[in-house]
T-cell receptor, first 118, second 113 residues
Framework: EAGVTQFPSHSVIEKGQTVTLRCDPISGHDNLYWYRRVMGKEIKFLLHFVKESKQDESGMPNNRFLAERTGGTYSTLKVQPAELEDSGVYFC????????????????FGPGTRLTVL | AQSVTQPDIHITVSEGASLELRCNYSYGATPYLFWYVQSPGQGLQLLLKYFSGDTLVQGIKGFEAEFKRSQSSFNLRKPSVHWSDAAEYFCADGSSGTYKYIFGTGTRLKVLA
């Protein structure tokens, strides 16, 4: 079974440019999450999709970040325009949707995209 | 606010020595606790998890962790460290009632030959 994949692995862009990160979850996983780790800090939640719907986007820093999951499969996270403080590693994770189970299932993480904004 | 604390930013141990990485969580409800490891150039790999039941859980690569509610701790242990264990280790709490995990800041492990 293929794991969570992310593309690109690294991206270096100039301040003000646009970058789009892609995440392909594990097949059959309806839950998809984005997290970010800024250097030296903890990994922080950005948002959660259930299928194609945004369930929780409380962690999105501001409206320069736009996440989509059309068709409920892969997801993209666009940063436009990028700022210096957006640099970090962006992780995607996925998990199964467990009906009737009062706890979340284990999240499986991708390798991350390292974004550097110059 | 819910938080996870990993007090040790860096730990250095000799190969073959025992290891304990500390994790304290703050959320009071039923805990869903995880340890992940990130090796250089790799993604986050699940080592083990605790949802309920036996408070000593076994994971992959010879790791184990013990849940202690009285101390709000979920420390990770390994009796004999291998050079390949050098990596960054993250404790996470999924108990918030939503699906998001709260992570600690990570502990970077260095193994001396």
């Amino acid at each position: 079974e293929a794991g969570v994949t992310q593309f690109p692995s690294h991206s270096v862009i100039e301040k003000g440019q646009t970058v789009t990160l892609r995440c392909d979850p594990i097949s059959g996983h309806d839950n998809l999450y984005w997290y970010r780790r800024v250097m030296g800090k903890e990994i922080k939640f950005l948002l959660h999709f259930v299928k194609e719907s945004k369930q929780d986007e409380s962690g999105m820093p501001n409206n320069r970040f736009l996440a989509e999951r059309t068709g409920g499969t892969y997801s993209t996270l666009k940063v436009q325009p990028a700022e210096l403080e957006d640099s970090g590693v962006y992780f995607c994770a996925s998990s199964r949707l467990l009906a009737g189970v009062p706890r979340p299932d284990t999240q499986y993480f991708g390798p991350g995209t390292r974004l550097t904004v110059l | 606010a819910q938080s996870v604390t990993q007090p040790d930013i860096h730990i250095t141990v000799s190969e073959g020595a025992s290891l304990e990485l500390r994790c304290n969580y703050s959320y009071g409800a039923t805990p869903y606790l995880f340890w992940y490891v990130q090796s250089p150039g790799q993604g986050l790999q699940l080592l083990l998890k605790y949802f309920s039941g036996d408070t000593l859980v076994q994971g992959i690569k010879g790791f184990e962790a013990e849940f202690k509610r009285s101390q709000s701790s979920f420390n990770l242990r390994k009796p004999s460290v291998h050079w390949s264990d050098a990596a960054e280790y993250f404790c996470a709490d999924g108990s918030s009632g939503t699906y998001k995990y709260i992570f600690g800041t990570g502990t970077r492990l260095k193994v001396l030959a």
